[in-house]
């Protein structure tokens, strides 16, 4: 369903999972559905796919596929929602880890400075933590690590301040609301840089991102067979530092255990040595895709 989400980097992301027509497989943000029709086409009638989305709205993208299962769940609980449906260990996992088409383009839940709308911004619309309460609850000294970590922002502090200032006479309830608040130091000729920036980070603090990627990533070395594969798209620096990181070393850090002998032990290895990118036709095409990043690793 392109009009719900145009899936990025397609056939390359298809590609790279490598898939046996009998193999068990896992798409983690179902979303549209594209990248799943993708594994579908190649599956044989043995063949399985998992799909995983918190969100509900995409249930209405399921296939009527026996092969295909949907579950609506953050992909945080991959290992414990794969032994709840039976399969303890899968051939290949696949996560695109952008923000859909969908969520940006629905103007009543808040991802988007596009709109005016209520401060949201939840993947999974039952939960309880929004935008709302992030920039009206939250401690000066937290806003400026959101925004310093997750947006990567110049003078986090001094777009606190704006907050904390005007939150003291009311509260900031509405997308406009909040542009209002930051605009003495939104700048000139960058404000859509700028406020993309700073929704992203709000947005990352609300559906808890980081800390699910870890949890996820975790969970995938343990359900992979030997010589099943990790694929995954990040959009930013942040995610794709944590991928790199763990596809090179199967840690955090990026650094490799070494064993006995001093030599570099790592439990994956790498199926792309360099990121791939979107082709210029794509970004063309689709430029919300310009930012992506694909890495591949294959489970010793």
């Not at 298809?14 to 086409?41: A, K, P």
């Not at 794969?82 to 839940?109: I, K, P, W």
């Not at 949890?215 to 067979?225: D, F």
């Amino acid at each position: 369903m392109e009009s719900y989400h145009v899936p990025v980097l397609f056939a390359e992301s298809i590609d790279l999972l490598n898939i046996r027509s009998g193999g068990v497989y896992v798409d983690l943000t179902f979303g549209g559905g594209g990248h799943s029709r993708g594994i579908l086409e190649r599956l044989s009638a043995k063949g399985r796919l998992l799909g995983f989305d918190q969100d509900s709205d995409a249930r209405r993208n399921v296939p009527d596929d026996a092969r295909f299962t949907f579950i609506e769940s953050n992909f945080r609980f991959m290992r414990g929602q794969l032994r709840l449906h039976g399969y303890e260990q899968v051939d290949g996992v696949l996560a695109d880890l952008g923000v859909s088409s969908h969520h940006f383009d629905t103007r009543q839940r808040g991802f988007s400075f596009r709109f005016d709308a209520p401060l949201d911004m939840r993947m999974n619309q039952r939960a309880r933590l929004s935008a709302a309460d992030v920039v009206n609850r939250y401690e000066t000294g937290k806003l400026i690590r959101i925004f310093r970590d997750y947006g990567e922002l110049d003078a986090p502090h001094r777009i606190a301040g704006c907050i904390e200032r005007v939150r003291r006479e009311r509260p900031l309830a509405s997308i406009s609301d909040l542009i209002e608040a930051v605009a003495p130091v939104t700048p000139r000729g960058a404000d859509s840089k700028f406020l993309a920036k700073l929704f992203q980070a709000i947005r990352i603090e609300v559906n808890g991102e980081m800390d699910a990627l870890e949890m996820m990533l975790e969970q995938a070395l343990r359900v992979l067979r030997p010589g099943g594969r990790l694929v995954v798209i990040t959009y930013h620096s942040l995610e794709d530092r944590l991928v790199k990181n763990f596809m090179r070393s199967g840690n955090f850090t990026g650094k490799p255990e070494k064993d006995f002998y001093g030599r570099p032990r790592t439990p994956w290895e790498l199926v792309v040595r360099k990121a791939i990118v979107p082709s210029a036709e794509e970004t063309e095409r689709n430029p919300r895709s310009r930012s992506a990043k694909l890495r591949a690793a294959e489970k010793r």
